[in-house]
């Protein structure tokens, strides 16, 4: 239905290219879904449908938002993510 197409440059937060600086998240999977606390987090880092959000990654591990209300994802958690680019 209209609305609910999926952007053709759509990617895992796992596969976002390391020089990368913003997404807008997609869609996230399940395993994010069901996890009430990380959802918290990520609305604190301002996570929000269609929303640009700041990216980083280092360790194996995926850094959203900027600052104290940043949210950090291990790799197999951020791999339920599906964002596009900003930059």
Do not use: Y
């Not at 998240?25 to 987090?41: C, F, N, V």
């Not at 449908?49 to 600052?67: C, D, E, F, M």
Request: no cysteine; net charge positive; proline share 5%.
């Amino acid at each position: 239905k209209e609305g609910d197409e999926i952007p053709v440059e759509m990617m895992a937060l796992t596969n976002v290219p390391q020089e990368t600086g913003r997404v807008v998240m997609h869609r996230i999977g399940e395993p994010i879904q069901s996890d009430t606390a990380l959802l918290t987090r990520l609305r604190r880092a301002g996570f929000r449908p269609n929303a640009a959000l700041a990216i980083s990654q280092a360790n194996g591990r995926v850094r959203l938002g900027t600052g104290r209300r940043a949210a950090e994802l291990d790799h197999a958690t951020a791999a339920h993510g599906f964002v596009t680019t900003a930059d």
